[in-house]
């Protein structure tokens, strides 16, 4: 079974998520709109794909209560058959799995605590309006 199959997303918390935004936009030209930017991409097999890159306030808790300042979001092949094989592994599972129209999505923690996203995307990549 597939696991991984690439980045779906790099999140990070700052002090001001605003001025973040702004500082690489002006500086590295990455353009982020109200929910980051999303960089569209080809895999080497011909297949169309997304990374999206976001920053989020200092105080959210979407990364989980341990305080990390990051996290990663991986695409992942089959979610559901995923999750249960790492329950079955002993991995916390954090929530519950949620559909979208662009895909499913689950939590869990690595071994030191830190939340990870699994995003299993639709066929189609995101498009944002930075990016049309």
Known sequence: MKKVTGIGGVFF???DAAATKQWYETHLGIPAGDYGHVFQWEDTDGQ???TTWSTFS???DYFGNSG???MVNYRV???VALLA???SEGVEIVGELQEFDYGKFAWVNDCDGRRV????PIDQPLIDDQNG
């Open 58 to 60: 200092e105080g959210s």
């Open 68 to 70: 990390q300042p990051f």
């Open 77 to 79: 092949h089959d979610l």
């Open 117 to 120: 996203e699994l995003w299993e």
């Open 85 to 87: 094989a790492l329950g």
């Open 13 to 15: 918390k700052c002090k």
């Open 48 to 50: 169309s794909g997304c």
